[in-house]
């Protein structure tokens, strides 16, 4: 049965708790600190054409503006936590929704496409959006307070001034969005062909032909000419659009200063007002430029929500069954061997008795493995299966610290190939893992996939008669070195 994946919507509804409520009650205070701040150099400006300038003006000033920089750096922390709890729940939904999917575990397509999503690339996308997010609100909620107090304080058409920018720079990125998302793809997609031709650079290097190493090297002076042009073109875009968008937005909110000005010439107040605000309003008019360019970036960070969410719930092969050559397989119990011919017959089988061993039999690719896994698909919570695998949590390598990531002297992380941390023989984790199994778990039925790989004769031994403890208390299916046939 084909498994709907959540929407992105679904996914984003995670970000949504108390940590985020708090993040934009702070940043709304920052904000309307901020514009206090503009209202108080207003005000600041009035008294010194009043000739009442006085030293707690300036003092009001900085606490405003102080108070909002607090409020905006506290605001963080709540970002942080908000991030951190939406991919928790990420981790924790995606572990709920596939725990019963065993047949995906030796299905290396979909771990390739899936296990990117799982070791870096959603927990950068949660925060990637958490930024975003936390960013344009900054920009928006500080314009929209800003704008007001200009409007109250000195003149309604400078508010009127700041919404034309934003109605024209919003035209001007819609009008170019589908040029601009070209040449961003461009940009991508050469990058990603100047990367891998460093996948060939070790073989042509090395092997040492100097015709092979003529061609690579031809192929690789073509993709930097191609990556290079392409990044010019795309961050000539970005930053010509950024241009624009500065002298446009200038532009408009320069021609209403004057105007206003102008209309004012005789009342020195407002005109020492305009003044005192003009840093405060060329900053303003950058903002409106970010704010309408950043939903680029947010759109772009949503893009790639989507294929967080497309790959929460992995499809196994439909045909996953078909790949058990039941004709080459026989189950021994006992003293009674029998082949099946479906795993449905080998659930009868394996249901037939509360107890004991059925020792699974067949060549090389004759589907044993697979017959484990399609078994747990089948019996879910209530079977215990042990694959041969070495990335299995247990008790014993958390407390050895097995599991701990290494870093570099500059934080990097080491590559597990490159490193091997000390610790367990294969043989003694296989053995250690088994131990636990046996005196922690309690399932009525286990699938024990080559539980005797990498043993020696002795610990083989040891290793059997905790595999016949198991059997008196529960059904055990295995797939045993000594039994290959």
Known sequence: MTRQPITRLEFASQLLCPSLYIMIILMVGEALLAAATTYLIIKAGRDVADDEFLVTDLLWI??????????????????????????????????????????????????????????????????????????????????????????????????????VVFALLLMLQWSLRGRVAHLYLENQRQNNRLVAQGYTAWDNVFAGNHYNLRLWIAGFKTRVRDCLRAQINAIMAREGLSAAGGITGLTVVFTALAYVAIHNAEDAATLVALAATLPRQIEMTTNVHELVSGWNDVIAVWTRVGDVVDNMRPIADPRFNQRIKFDRLLLRSGDHAKVCHSVEEAMRLVYAEPTGRITVRGGNGSGKSTLLAALKAEIKNRAYYWPTTDRLAFEFVA???????????????????????????????????????????????????????????????????LVDALARRARVVEISHRDRA
């Not at 409020?71 to 995606?94: H, K, N, Q, T």
């Open 399 to 465: 407390a050895a610290q097995l599991d701990e990531p290494e870093f570099d002297e500059d934080g990097e992380l080491l590559q597990h190939a490159a490193v091997k941390r000390p610790g367990f023989s294969s043989g003694e984790r296989q053995l250690k893992s088994l131990q636990e199994i046996v005196a922690h778990t309690d399932a009525p039925i286990y699938l024990l996939d080559e539980w005797d790989a990498n043993l020696d004769q002795t610990n083989r031994a040891t290793a059997d008669a």
């Open 62 to 163: 900085l606490a405003a503006q102080s108070a909002s920089y607090v409020s905006g750096a506290i605001s963080w922390v709540f970002a942080e936590r908000a991030g951190f709890r939406c991919y928790s729940r990420y981790m924790l939904r995606f572990a709920r929704d596939n725990r019963n999917e065993s047949k995906l575990l030796y299905d290396k397509a979909a771990r390739e496409q899936a296990e990117p999503f799982l070791t870096g690339t959603t927990f950068n996308n949660v925060f990637n959006l958490m930024y975003e997010i936390e960013a344009q609100l900054k920009l928006l909620l500080g314009l929209v307070f800003n704008v007001i107090v200009l409007g109250v304080e000195i003149d309604v058409r400078l508010s009127l001034a700041y919404g």
